[in-house]
């Protein structure tokens, strides 16, 4: 039995192929302006990768901000339950799970049984996500996949006050002119970030386990700053699937759950 889970995120369009359990490939494209686009080139290179056809395929179920426009899904879920299902997975213990990507942060609190009990959305500005660091990135003329090394070679802690990416910028010029290093600035970037999901977090309420997922969990400098600002030891995921795939391969085992009778 063979499943795909697609997430069709503001950035990236993440498949994730299942058979029996089992992850068989996993493939990412860039989102493009033509969604339904994106999501095919995303499957037949997952397709390719193991050499499917593509009616093997049983069950198709999508999710993310474009998850209508993949019309030949058989179902669709909210990134909401794609992340439960997913996290809970690979994580059993998890009670709440962190999701911070290109243009929305999350926070989703279940139960023991991994059910959604609570979640928040920070979808009003993207200084609370992925897209904020690569604006600070451009900023600073430093290469986005550096940003977390640097940041934990900061020595001091910098407040960063603006609570927009235009206004946030204008702080890191600022602070560029101040000749204050670029390593502070960036734990300063990591912090804010940080704070904003945090505040969000202790709404929703924390219970322990907590997972950090989305394709900012992959940056080691954001990672210590939400660790430092939760006060909490953050689980992420690596095996079987990496941060950013956990909302597709969820969607994956949503699609087999829904063949095994829902």
Do not use: W
């Amino acid at each position: 039995m063979t499943t795909i889970g697609i997430d069709l995120g503001a950035k990236n369009t993440k498949v994730v192929i299942l058979r029996d359990g089992e992850i068989l490939t996993t493939a990412s494209v860039l989102s493009g302006f033509d969604q339904k686009a994106s999501a095919d080139e995303a499957v037949n290179n997952a397709l390719r990768n193991v050499g499917i056809a593509r009616d093997e395929i049983k069950y198709i179920t999508a999710t993310g901000a474009g998850m209508d426009a993949i019309t030949f899904a058989n179902d669709t879920v909210t990134e909401i339950s794609a992340n439960a299902r997913g996290i809970t997975a690979v994580f059993p213990s998890v009670r709440t799970v962190i999701d911070v990507g290109a243009e929305e942060g999350r926070v989703i609190r279940l139960n023991e049984n991994g059910k959604v009990v609570d979640f928040g959305i920070n979808e009003k500005c993207a200084a609370g996500a992925g897209a904020f660091t690569e604006a600070m990135a451009r900023a600073l003329e430093v290469d986005l996949e550096k940003m977390g090394e640097m940041s934990l070679k900061s020595t001091k802690a910098v407040p960063m006050n603006a609570q927009c990416t235009i206004f946030a910028e204008s702080e890191v010029v600022s602070l560029i002119h101040q000749k204050t290093p670029k390593e502070d600035i960036i734990r300063a970037v990591h912090d804010a970030i940080a704070d904003r999901i945090t505040s969000m977090a202790r709404r929703v309420g924390i219970e322990k386990e907590v997972a950090l997922v989305g394709g900012v969990a992959n940056n080691i400098g954001f990672v210590d700053s939400m660790t430092r600002n939760l006060g909490y030891d953050l689980l992420v995921p690596k095996d079987p699937v990496v941060p950013e795939f956990i909302p597709a391969y969820g969607a994956a085992l949503l699609a087999q759950d829904e063949l095994n009778g829902g």
